[in-house]
């Protein structure tokens, strides 16, 4: 009897998140609160027409347009309590949802516009996301991001500041913001100070500028994973260097829509890549801006492309393979999970023979 893929039985099982914003993972409600807490003006304070102004659809025309929404987001996040609290109920949303592990990302540079140190930045995003992993029992890390458009010396200062935090709650280092036109070899002083401390590094690339942009993430910046890489499949070459080199790719598809990546879902080449043998993960980028949980990433994936269970499960289990953890607890992490997943699979099993036979 094959299991039947729907969103409860998706949502029961342990996934990852690998690639998800904190600031574009706020709640709407929260941001309300906050800004009246603390006398902050929004451009709106009714939750309806703030979800309007933040949340993205078909009708965002390109990665820039996204991006409009996190300069109002990061309003609220210039204090410690703001960014403890965005930290701490991602961590619950997340486990609400069963994914066991999650990597948030963000760049304290965005949240300094009211005087907090990068180092007071830091510490509230961690302890917010450690008292998330003792009460909800998730597991998580922090990347820390520099930014394109911004000056390299800029990109350098967080990866300092990123070295500085490894082993205390920060478990890599990463480059976000616009693409287009601000080319990552320009932040390679940041990366080489990332490396020579041994800090894990991911990088968005190829998601509004083509394989180029992946080329310079790997070999200029020693790269150990891809975010997005959705135009990885326009060079081929590329393509089988990463396939060859186990370079995991931080698929994220509702964003990719919304940004304009890809035309439509049915064009995104994921179904693709998990064909040729590339290591995959799916994961909600900005579980805000783009509307989205990671359950509905995997029913996206499975309504509009056909992904069939045992390529889901496929998908999950790389997510916790190419996770920034030491190898032996990725190992340990891994057997539990496998285990989870048997139970989770025979109770389904077992269920659906109970209502087949009571018919």
Known sequence: MKIKMTKEFIKKLPKTDLHVHL???????????????????????????????????????????????FPIVNLVLQNEEGLRRAAYELAEDASAENVRYMEVRYSPILHTD????????????????????????????VIICGIRNMDPTTSL???????????????????????YKHPAKDHKEAFDLALH????IT????????????????HYCGTHRIGHGTRLVEDGDLLNYVNDHRIPLEIC????????????????????????GLRVTINTDNRTISNTTVTDEYMLAINELGLDYPTVKYIILNGFKSAFLPYKERVRLINQILKEIDEIEEQELKTRVKVKENL
């Open 203 to 218: 990088i968005h690339a190829g998601e509004a500028y083509g394989p180029e942009s992946i080329h310079q993430a790997l």
């Open 157 to 179: 200062k967080l990866a300092e500041l990123a070295v500085a935090f490894k082993n205390k709650g920060v478990i890599g280092f990463d480059l976000a913001g616009g693409e």
């Open 253 to 276: 598809l509702t964003s990719n829509l919304h940004t304009k990546a890809v035309p439509d879902i049915r064009s995104h080449p994921i179904d693709f890549y998990i064909d040729y």
């Open 114 to 141: 009211q005087g907090l140190k990068l180092t007071e930045i830091s510490q509230a995003v961690i302890d917010g996301l450690k008292q998330g992993e003792r009460d909800f029992g998730i597991k998580t890390g």
């Open 23 to 69: 600031d574009g993972s706020v709640r709407i409600e929260t941001i309300i609160d906050l800004a009246k807490k603390y006398n902050i003006k929004l451009p709106t304070m009714d939750p309806a027409e703030l979800r309007k102004l933040l949340v993205c659809g078909e009708q965002t025309t390109s990665l820039d347009d996204y991006l409009r929404a």
């Open 197 to 200: 401390n041994n800090l894990n």
